[in-house]
């Protein structure tokens, strides 16, 4: 008889949060044990991340341990339990706004924090390590869509800026100690138990609520939206494609010349503008929106769209859930959560 194949197991980062609850049912699904560490922070509404906990507890071989990152000895010993093969590092102090507001959260969450994550790593090397990291380190490009290769050295907030040293953090550890890594940026995701600081879920609770909604740069804005479905597949599909050193896929892949190090932007490069995002959301919910025009504000950028070219030669794949579809996902998921 042959050898029984072992049973992969993921440590994620942030398993009560939005991206990392939908990654782990994901991984549960296809079969993986799953760890989740999250600390559980009061960033927003503590009960729908322990409503996803709950979920996602229903399965056997998922485990949670609400620990914040920057503990590094209750990290290590949840590290150690997890004995995993491959880590997803999602956790990390979110939002482009609220970094205006509260910087140090950002220090300490997504600088020291992730030092602790890649400390372990490097001293219990996995398969493949993975971490988020975000659109928003293109900054002030202007050229569009933005690409791997291009200069990630404007950021415009300090969120920004801590993704951005997360990712050259993490390939002095790839290049220093072998560790192959995949940092993704993710363009404004979206979808059923997404965060309630993001626009969609801003916006369909104050237009049901009949209160009107904030829409900066006087609408004239474009986002390219990634529905959390096409996220997932994506990022499931990179775990089993771990950089090799000195092996590129041509010259537009971001492979690092002296580490098992890559960037891979997750996007379809499909921009829609804010009010056209509106009028869909209009239509999901059977309403009009009242419109409050602001201006800009301070951080924010005119326009994302992500260049696909990269993760279709990897991974065969691209997001391209249209709005349309992704929007009423979230509308269902909204009508039935608050009515439950």
């Known amino acids: ?18 991206i990392g609850y939908h990654l782990a049912k994901r991984l549960l699904t296809d079969g993986w044990i799953v760890v989740s560490v999250d600390g559980m922070t009061p960033y927003y509404d503590l009960a729908l991340k322990r409503c996803r906990i709950e979920m996602l507890q229903k399965s056997n071989a998922f485990t949670a341990h609400e620990v914040m990152l920057e503990d590094m000895t209750a990290l290590t010993d949840a590290y150690v339990a997890a004995q995993p093969d491959v880590v997803v590092h999602l956790a990390a102090q979110a939002g482009v706004r609220y970094s205006l507001e509260n910087p140090r959260a950002y220090v300490d969450a997504n600088l020291i924090g992730s030092f602790n994550v890649l400390e372990l790593v490097r001293n219990h090397s996995p398969a493949h390590f993975l971490l988020a990291s975000t659109s928003s380190v293109y900054g002030a490009n202007t050229i569009l869509p933005f690409g791997e290769m291009d200069q990630t050295d404007h950021a415009m907030t300090l969120y920004a800026a801590t993704k951005k040293a997360t990712e050259v953090m993490s390939h002095s550890y790839a290049h220093l100690w072998k560790i192959p890594t995949t940092a993704f940026r993710f363009f404004t995701v979206y979808g059923p138990w997404g965060r309630p600081d993001m626009a969609l879920f801003k916006f369909v609770k104050a237009m049901l609520a009949d209160q009107p909604i904030d829409v900066y740069g006087q609408g004239d804005m474009q986002r390219d939206f ?16 771990p950089p090799v050193a000195g092996a590129p896929i041509g010259s537009i892949d971001s492979l690092s010349p002296v580490a098992p190090h890559r960037v891979v932007n997750i996007g379809g490069g499909h921009p829609v ?7 869909v959301i209009e239509q999901s919910l059977g309403r009009r929106a009242k419109l409050n025009m ?3 504000q301070p951080g924010d950028v005119r326009a994302t769209s992500a260049s696909a070219e990269l993760i279709e030669k990897l991974i065969g794949y691209k997001p391209s859930t249209s709005v349309e579809t992704g929007v009423q996902a979230f509308v269902d998921w909204y009508r039935s959560y608050h009515t439950s």
């Open 226 to 241: 990634t529905y959390i479905d096409d996220l997932i597949e994506s990022i499931v599909r990179l775990i089993d494609c």
């Open 294 to 296: 602001l201006p800009m």
């Open 1 to 18: 008889m042959g050898e029984e194949k072992r049973t992969r197991r993921a440590l994620v980062t942030g398993g009560a949060g939005f």
């Open 273 to 279: 503008d804010l009010l056209g995002f509106i009028k």
